[in-house]
């Protein structure tokens, strides 16, 4: 069983960054692939970035190339999504989330709300 919590979500005005971690804990839990997803009121959770074990990284939204930054520190077993020049339309519950195969995550976290003023 690998559990997740997440934070660093918070209010942010439109410009602004945040860096939002996911720890996680459990046997074998620092060997899954990582990864956040997010979703806004009124649409679909969808999934933007993972890093495997061996740091390999994978975007799957290509307009978050260049703002947002996935990053992972096996040590701590914590990966951190650093998100610059935020926009209101970034407003949404981020879930980080493990798992074989990141786009069907095994496990997930609670969510952390990050809320993005203009």
């Known amino acids: 069983q690998v559990q997740l919590v997440e934070s660093g979500g918070g209010l942010v005005q439109a410009g602004g960054s945040l860096n939002l971690s996911c720890a996680a804990s459990?046997?074998?839990?620092?060997?899954?692939?990582r990864g956040w997803f997010r979703q806004s009121p009124g649409k679909e959770r969808e999934l933007l970035v993972s890093?495997?074990?061996?740091?390999?990284?994978?975007y799957y939204v290509d307009s978050l190339k260049g703002r947002f930054t996935i990053s992972r520190d096996n040590v701590k077993n914590t990966v951190y999504l650093q998100m610059n020049s935020l926009k209101p339309e970034d407003t949404a519950v981020y879930y980080c989330a493990a798992g074989a195969i990141i786009s069907r995550p095994t496990y997930w976290g609670k969510g952390t709300l990050v809320t993005v003023s203009s």
């Open positions: 459990g046997r074998g839990s620092v060997y899954v692939t």
């Open positions: 890093s495997g074990w061996s740091g390999t990284i994978s």
